[in-house]
């Protein structure tokens, strides 16, 4: 069953859209703007003159001149067209190639606003959403960033030639003007309201081409191809791709069946618009009311003066769906940015390093959730101090230290740094205070050292990198390297990339972390990917790692905890308990239970491999 649309008023008018691409692009391509000018009035006088050259031609017959007077007629009007055409090809093929150039401006729009939008605007689905459909409008030549030009021309020579055809048609009878734009009105409506309900619809299918995105980029990374073969996935693949398949067939199917029979009522109206006007010159030409040779200018004139008036009908309904496009880029364009992007107060100077971190009241909840993550929490963290956030699954540690990062708004209260609140900084100044490990890890296709040292443009020092990868505990692998500190990565790019395990991952991650000099210093499950050994190693230089920074530490291995100064425990986005590891211990609440139960696995588990050596050595 069909669903109901939802109807949707666009953010911008036509009208608003066009104006702003025509600005644009005299800012972006102003000799492409100059030569589609140019091309109007050349769209308009070529037609014309292939109207005159008859009449003319049968004026001189009827008057009798001499055949030197009618070669030169000819000649003139023949130049004329010739000139015409050829500056009329030169202007379409240079507009052809360059108008490429300008979609190439809006994609680097969008992606400088992916880059640098708030990042809780890319998690929202609703930002999500607009995002989709800003690449979908900029995705093909066909889309409205860049085939808008060529409508734009061929509605400002529709217009031109217009009034100039109906100039001609209304010294005739002005009732044949009248009657060709009622029924051109009428088509252009027909159109619009299939358009309209595309628009309205448009939501209904953004979901399912994510969806079918999703599953083509899975079945192309041959991370996934491992599971999707060692688990027999591809079937499920295939059967849901099919039915996303299928539903996108349905709703394309609907938005053509309306297109079929908007164009169907269109050409019957042309049908009879054009019939109606033939048929009263022919009635005036009878009559003797015009000579043959009016009669050769007037039919032809109708003949252009319908073409004129479809193409108004046909780039207004272009125009429009194409606005549509542009509607959706300024959507996502239009995003606001909540975190302060002009002049903030200063950062701390390095002589009032390490930070003071405090959370005043602070709540959280995602949009479109009625609960919240992060329920009025305060907290104050001292200059230089250890802190390990703890508890369940979804208790909040992540939400909070992105909300610290200033990745996310806090729904209510406010975050302090050196106590001023993080949204009197500069948006940009403020993430110069943190250093983070999260627990998802991204790699640059460059080199081991551009990755630990991030600035793309900035000049590498050797010597830290080193030190850092040191301290991360990755320095015996990378001087395995053949080319050590410049080994690229991500083959995917590089043919000669190194593959990293996640945990050689997880250190690099660290060492990039450390090269960021920081007064902040965040861990979100630095070792989660770490070999018991490694993991080990860190917590040793963990002191080493943390000097002369403020740091927080997100971790489900109760053991680590104990190298902090104070352990917060998260319940339902509350602090439930608060202390340290022998306070917390000493109050056997949840920390203590949770620590007994993995303390009790760790020995079980020491107790089995000791077991299993003895059995080996007896065998």
Avoid at 11 to 40: C, D, G, P
Avoid at 290 to 300: K, M, P
Avoid at 479 to 494: A, F, H, M, Q, S
């Amino acid at each position: 069953m069909e669903q109901k649309s939802k109807r949707t008023q666009p953010s911008y008018s036509m009208w608003q859209n066009i104006n702003y691409v025509l600005k644009n692009l005299w800012i972006f391509e102003r000799k492409l703007f100059l030569m589609a000018t140019a091309r109007v009035p050349l769209l308009v006088v070529l037609p014309l003159l292939a109207i005159l050259m008859p009449k003319l031609v049968l004026d001189c017959l009827t008057a009798k001149v001499g055949p030197g007077r009618l070669v030169e007629v000819v000649g003139l009007v023949s130049l004329g067209m010739i000139v015409c055409s050829f500056l009329n090809q030169y202007f379409n093929g240079r507009i052809s190639i360059e108008v490429v150039s300008n979609r190439a401006h809006y994609v680097s729009l969008i992606s400088q606003k992916t880059l640098n939008t708030d990042y809780e605007n890319l998690e929202n689905p609703e930002g999500q959403k607009k995002q989709q459909k800003a690449f979908e409008a900029t995705s093909d030549a066909n889309k409205g960033t860049e085939a808008v030009l060529i409508p734009l021309i061929l509605f400002a020579a529709d217009i031109f030639g217009f009034v100039l055809y109906g100039g001609i048609l209304a010294a005739l009878n002005p009732l044949i003007i009248v009657f060709l734009l009622a029924t051109a009105v009428l088509s252009f409506f027909v159109t619009r309201r299939v358009q309209q309900y595309e628009h309205n619809n448009k939501d209904n299918w953004t979901l399912i081409d994510r969806k079918l995105w999703y599953l083509i980029d899975r079945c192309a990374d041959f991370a996934a191809g491992k599971d999707i073969r060692l688990y027999n996935m591809s079937g499920w693949f295939g059967r849901l791709f099919e039915t996303l398949l299928n539903d996108r067939t349905v709703w394309l199917k609907r938005v053509e069946r309306r297109n079929y029979l908007a164009n169907t009522v269109d050409g019957l109206l042309i049908l009879v618009r054009d019939g109606a006007a033939y048929a009263y010159l022919v009635y005036l030409t009878l009559t003797g009311s015009i000579s043959v040779a009016d009669f050769t200018l007037y039919f032809g004139t109708v003949a252009g003066f319908s073409t004129w008036l479809t193409g108004i009908t046909d780039e207004l309904t272009q125009l429009n769906h194409m606005s549509l496009d542009i509607c959706n880029v300024r959507d996502y364009l239009d995003l606001r940015d909540r975190f302060n992007r002009g002049k903030g107060v200063s950062l701390p100077a390095m002589g009032d390093w390490p930070c003071e971190v405090e959370f005043e009241h602070i709540s959280f909840q995602y949009p479109g959730s009625a609960k919240r993550v992060v329920d009025d929490f305060s907290l104050k963290i001292r200059r230089g101090e250890k802190i390990a956030l703890v508890g369940v699954n979804g208790a909040g540690k992540t939400t909070l230290v992105k909300l610290l990062c200033g990745l996310y708004h806090p729904t209510s209260g406010r975050i302090l740094a050196n106590g001023k609140d993080m949204l009197d900084y500069n948006r940009d100044e403020y993430y110069r205070l943190f250093s983070a490990v999260f627990q998802d890890i991204h790699m640059l296709p460059v080199s081991i050292a551009r990755n630990v040292a991030t600035e793309a443009d900035g000049p590498i020092v050797t010597e830290k990198v080193l030190q850092c990868l040191k301290l991360a505990g990755l320095e015996e692998k990378v001087n395995g390297l053949p080319k050590g500190i410049e080994t690229p990565l991500v083959k995917e790019v590089n043919e000669d990339a190194v593959q990293l395990s996640g945990g050689e991952l997880q250190k690099l991650v660290l060492a990039r972390a450390l090269y960021k000099d920081t007064p902040i210093l965040i861990l979100d499950e630095p070792t989660a990917a770490l070999d018991p050994i490694s993991e080990n190693e860190l917590y040793v230089r963990y002191s080493e790692l943390t000097a002369g920074r403020t740091s927080v530490f997100i971790s489900h291995r109760l053991s680590s905890t104990r190298f902090c100064d104070r352990i917060v425990f998260l319940s339902n986005g509350k602090i439930a308990e608060c202390g340290t590891h022998e306070e917390l211990m000493t109050q056997n609440k949840r920390y203590a239970e949770m620590f007994r139960i993995q303390s009790h696995y760790y020995q079980d588990h020491v107790e089995e491999m000791e077991w299993e050596g003895v059995l080996s050595e007896n065998r």
